[in-house]
């Protein structure tokens, strides 16, 4: 088995509801909800690394604060390991450009979501912070 690719993931929480991210048509998983994120690069922190990813695929600058938790999963093209991370959005507007919706969940509406299969445990743990 190849070692996993690692990837960082952003939960922004706005009271009692989190960002929900859809993966757009063509893109690895999609139509599938997740954290919206990225790879690590080299030389990167995963924090870094998640703060360079919001800024790419949803135009805002954020803070990257502390970790929700880390998960493996063996997708049929990769191994996944996902790190989350709560974020809180410092200023711009949300504009997509890897996604084709958002929304923000209630924990009850995260669970009527298609959610990427690495992304639920750390969707069940927001959900019963919230």
Known sequence: ???????????????????????????????????PGGKIEEGE???????????????VIATVGDKVTTTVYEYDFATIELTTFLCTIESGDLTL?????IRWVSPAEAQELDWAPADIPAVKLVSSRL
């Open 1 to 35: 088995m190849s070692s996993p690719i690692r990837v960082v993931g952003a939960v922004f929480v706005d009271g009692n509801r989190f960002l929900a991210c859809r993966k757009a048509a063509g893109k690895s998983l999609a139509g599938m909800w997740e954290f």
């Open 45 to 59: 922190t995963p924090k870094q690394a998640l703060a360079r990813e919001i800024e790419e695929e949803l135009s």
């Open 97 to 101: 450009s890897d996604h084709d919706a």
